[in-house]
């Protein structure tokens, strides 16, 4: 089996935790280990994927050797497994564009981006000399310009796609063709986190439909201390990253609740609380009889490391794709891992689809 070679655009916080996961299973990817869903996916383990390029624009980042750039600030995520090798990888000067929000500047340099004075380098000149199979995009809410230059990039240079970002690219019909007529793999879009708020509220909203009662109303709250709850203070920042959590609570739902009677989204930055994501959820619902009753959860969760628990599968999935001449966005592994898939399904049904596909049996 050969490697998986990966570019990464973007070395934050869920960066880190993708690299410090690769290392930490390198020995212990077995069927219990806690916080992996397949330990192998199409003959790929953790320790196939070898990292060959990343993009950045933080000046604490760029020219840095990768293993020193993840652990740099503003990155705050919990480390779990300091000791990275040398991958031979120094960050590169990506375009800016419309990746640092202005108001990153009022607050202090161990909180917010700080961009480097350096020139942008050529993104798909980069990807091509790297041989990068699968480039995986983790640029803040908002920048729809930079996502869409590093998607023209994976174009350009032949490299498949997981877009892990609430910009539209797998599930937009003209950026998801263009993927398709160069016959190259796009996962997307916005990352569902392992055992967050989206898979919770999922199935709390499936579960009201199966058991007969009627949700009237929901919301989810959420609040977090990293720069990606920073960035989100902005609101037209946010715009798709609402669309995007919002479809994929009401795609459970048999008759979908009117806008005014459901509200999700990121809702404050809270410093403290670094990359420790917060989550309040309320229901409330009419059962037998029209009687009301209500449920309120809170869910703490170390926002990065479950984005990665995801990410991984969505890589060799790409991978894998790439291997066996598929193209175009993939419906499977994008439906489990991604908030705004092409196409969304409940959450058993495409796992079960994910599992055929894996199989090679769809
Ligand atoms: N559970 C999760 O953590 C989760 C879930 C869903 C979606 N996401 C999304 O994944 C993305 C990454 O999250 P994160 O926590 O790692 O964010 P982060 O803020 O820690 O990292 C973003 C990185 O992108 C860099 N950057 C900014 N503009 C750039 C550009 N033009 N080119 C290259 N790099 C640029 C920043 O310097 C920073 O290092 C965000 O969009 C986030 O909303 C995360």
Redesign the pocket.
């Given at each position: 089996m050969g490697k998986i070679k990966l570019a990464i655009?973007?070395?934050?916080?869920?960066?880190s935790s993708l690299l410090q996961g690769f290392e930490y299973y390198r020995d212990k990817a077995t069927a219990d280990s806690a916080g992996l869903i397949h330990p192998i996916i199409g003959g790929y383990t953790l320790a196939d994927i070898q990292v060959v390029a990343a993009?950045?624009?933080?000046r604490r980042?760029v020219g840095r050797p990768l293993e020193e750039a993840v652990f740099a600030p503003p990155?705050c995520t919990t480390i779990f497994h300091r000791e990275l090798p040398s991958y031979g990888v120094k960050v590169r000067m990506?375009?800016?564009?419309d990746?640092?929000a202005r108001h990153m500047a009022d607050y202090p340099e161990s909180k917010a981006?700080r961009v480097a004075a350096e020139k942008p380098c050529d993104v798909a000149g980069v990807l091509r000399e790297s041989g990068a199979d699968v480039l995986v995009c983790?640029?803040?809410?908002g920048?729809e310009d930079?996502v869409q230059h590093y998607a023209q990039a994976c174009l350009d240079a032949g490299v498949a796609m997981v877009n892990?970002?609430?910009v539209f690219i797998a599930s937009h019909p003209e950026w998801s063709q263009l993927f398709r007529e160069k016959n190259l793999p796009v996962v997307g879009d916005?990352?569902?986190?392992q055992l967050?708020a989206t898979i919770v509220h999922r199935m709390l909203a499936w579960l009201m439909c199966q058991r007969g009662v009627r949700l009237d109303r929901t919301y989810q709250l959420n609040t977090g201390g990293?720069?990606?709850f920073l960035?989100m203070l902005e609101q037209h920042r946010l715009r798709t990253?609402r669309i995007s959590k919002t479809e994929s609570v009401q795609s459970q739902l048999d008759t979908p609740l009117p806008d005014d009677c459901i509200h999700i989204g990121p809702s404050d930055f809270v410093p403290w609380q670094k990359d420790n994501k917060i989550c309040f959820l309320r229901t409330e619902w009419r059962g037998f009889g029209d009687v009301p009753m209500n449920m309120e959860i809170r869910l703490s969760v170390e926002?990065?490391p479950?984005?990665a628990g995801m990410a991984i599968d969505a890589i060799r999935c790409a991978k894998v794709a790439l291997d066996r001449g598929i193209g175009g966005p993939l419906d499977e592994i994008s439906a489990v891992c991604m908030?705004h898939p092409p196409k969304q399904a409940s959450d058993a049904e495409s796992r079960e689809r994910l599992e055929r596909w894996i199989a090679g049996t769809v």
């Amino acid at each position: 089996m050969g490697k998986i070679k990966l570019a990464i655009a973007g070395v934050g916080n869920c960066a880190s935790s993708l690299l410090q996961g690769f290392e930490y299973y390198r020995d212990k990817a077995t069927a219990d280990s806690a916080g992996l869903i397949h330990p192998i996916i199409g003959g790929y383990t953790l320790a196939d994927i070898q990292v060959v390029a990343a993009f950045d624009v933080d000046r604490r980042k760029v020219g840095r050797p990768l293993e020193e750039a993840v652990f740099a600030p503003p990155n705050c995520t919990t480390i779990f497994h300091r000791e990275l090798p040398s991958y031979g990888v120094k960050v590169r000067m990506g375009p800016v564009l419309d990746g640092v929000a202005r108001h990153m500047a009022d607050y202090p340099e161990s909180k917010a981006f700080r961009v480097a004075a350096e020139k942008p380098c050529d993104v798909a000149g980069v990807l091509r000399e790297s041989g990068a199979d699968v480039l995986v995009c983790y640029l803040p809410v908002g920048s729809e310009d930079a996502v869409q230059h590093y998607a023209q990039a994976c174009l350009d240079a032949g490299v498949a796609m997981v877009n892990c970002v609430p910009v539209f690219i797998a599930s937009h019909p003209e950026w998801s063709q263009l993927f398709r007529e160069k016959n190259l793999p796009v996962v997307g879009d916005d990352i569902k986190s392992q055992l967050g708020a989206t898979i919770v509220h999922r199935m709390l909203a499936w579960l009201m439909c199966q058991r007969g009662v009627r949700l009237d109303r929901t919301y989810q709250l959420n609040t977090g201390g990293n720069t990606d709850f920073l960035n989100m203070l902005e609101q037209h920042r946010l715009r798709t990253k609402r669309i995007s959590k919002t479809e994929s609570v009401q795609s459970q739902l048999d008759t979908p609740l009117p806008d005014d009677c459901i509200h999700i989204g990121p809702s404050d930055f809270v410093p403290w609380q670094k990359d420790n994501k917060i989550c309040f959820l309320r229901t409330e619902w009419r059962g037998f009889g029209d009687v009301p009753m209500n449920m309120e959860i809170r869910l703490s969760v170390e926002d990065s490391p479950n984005s990665a628990g995801m990410a991984i599968d969505a890589i060799r999935c790409a991978k894998v794709a790439l291997d066996r001449g598929i193209g175009g966005p993939l419906d499977e592994i994008s439906a489990v891992c991604m908030k705004h898939p092409p196409k969304q399904a409940s959450d058993a049904e495409s796992r079960e689809r994910l599992e055929r596909w894996i199989a090679g049996t769809v």
